[in-house]
């Protein structure tokens, strides 16, 4: 879904993307957030067109000269200048809420459900955690993808640079985009590389069309698949929430797991998995109470040896407590785990 640019500054960067997008231009242009001299290339490129750059600096207002941007001093949620062919906005900030939608409120009973404030979320399925937290994002997200839907013509062009990594944020996003009727094209996603003020910075740059529907299943495959190759590659062990989201979207099978217990309460897991993605990769899992959940990856030439060390640590924790048990769980047809 996104194509990595070795990339320079950020303002050069910009520019090379929206000169790659040349053919998403129309006659009458909104800019939002760019700064000036973007928006005076693309009034360059585009001469029979009609610019306006909405902007936050005062002494930046004025009057658009021949073939230059008209610049006034305003919000993009107060605007009302009509529709436009093309929107071009870059959002100057992390695509992430305030306060995190699901660290905030996420508890597990160690039994491979997940709470969600006082609602249990179902037995995983692939993927199912990650779509989940997209989903709520998604509604987040619903009033700014709104906001510029109602700039846009029907069959105009969005062309929205975002600071993000590329992962459930910016499916939610995206799909919010998609609820406000823009066409999402996933392969049209680029994933640009640059530096700020010597720092490095991720942003996506996204190409949507108003009044067009998404292949929704299309845009999450391929986002989904992205975030897996990222931490694939990133890292051979996970903690916390990548090891949640990593397991539940790349999990195949189950190879042996255990539920072990402290008398009567559920006090952890340890599992191996198969991956669906990559025959050669097996996963061990084990989220035991007081300990962050990991996942690790490993070759499936190591399965026995980590079995044998699974069984080994199921003993481990029983030594230094005799009320320590386990029971052996299984893999049912919906990806949901009972016990034997």
Known sequence: MSEKVIVNTINEKITSWLDRNR??????ILCSGIDVRTAVHISHLFPDSSIVLLTDDPAEEKEGALNEPLMIRQDIKAYQGGLFDTVV???DA???PAESLTDRDKITDYSGHWLYGNTPYPDPERGSLYLYRASRLMDYYESAAGILRNHLKRGGALLHLVRSEH?????GYCLALASEEMNVDPSHIRQILCRENGASVILQGIRAVA???TNTGALTAENLNFSLDRMNTAAVELQGHDAEILLQADM???IRGYHLYQKDSLAGKLALYTSANRKDVIYYFTDVQGDVPYLRRFHTDDKDKLLRHMVGELHRQKASDSTVHWVELVLNDDWSESEK
Do not use: M, N, V, Y
């Not at 992962?167 to 499916?171: G, P, T, V």
């Open 23 to 28: 053919d998403a231009f129309g006659r009458k």
């Open 94 to 96: 992390p695509l992430k």
């Open 252 to 254: 195949s099978g189950l």
């Open 89 to 91: 906005c870059f959002t």
């Open 167 to 171: 992962d459930e944020h910016l499916l």
């Open 211 to 213: 009044g067009e529907r």
